[in-house]
């Protein structure tokens, strides 16, 4: 066997290592934080063009600084998609029987998925 097939074979044989190493590694458990009283939590996904329509009513939205509106960005950030799960979860009618952004959740624990419901609860504010 030649140098260049011995390489092929080490450097093969580092990423099936490397690749289980990080596949069987344990996930850090996430602290999913207590939702805050009178706070709508608002989750979004960076590219997700639902949430653009959200986020461009909440922008021109002339109540907007009358509530308290945290959001979460959950395509990118694995700490906020858990944090997204566990409230999906807590939801005690799931929308529409998936989770998926745009995703709201009132302080009063109802539960929104989509642009159209989302916009919808707004304007009735």
């Not at 999913?32 to 706070?39: D, I, K, L, S, T």
């Not at 989750?43 to 986020?55: A, R, S």
């Not at 009618?93 to 709201?104: G, I, R, S």
């Amino acid at each position: 066997m030649n140098k260049f097939g011995i390489i092929v074979i080490i450097v093969t044989v580092l990423i099936l290592g490397g690749g289980a190493y990080f596949l069987t590694k344990p996930q850090k458990p996430v602290d999913v934080p207590q939702r805050e009283a009178n706070v709508y939590e608002y989750y979004w996904g960076n590219g997700c063009p639902h949430c653009k329509v959200v986020e461009d009513f909440i922008n021109s939205w002339d109540k907007k600084n009358t509530i308290k509106l945290t959001k979460y960005e959950v395509w990118y950030d694995k700490v906020n998609a858990k944090i997204m799960e566990d409230r999906y979860n807590s939801c005690t009618e799931k929308p529409q029987d998936q989770m998926a952004v745009p995703f709201l959740i009132t302080p009063d624990g109802k539960c929104l998925v989509g642009d159209g419901p989302i916009i919808d609860l707004f304007k009735s504010l």
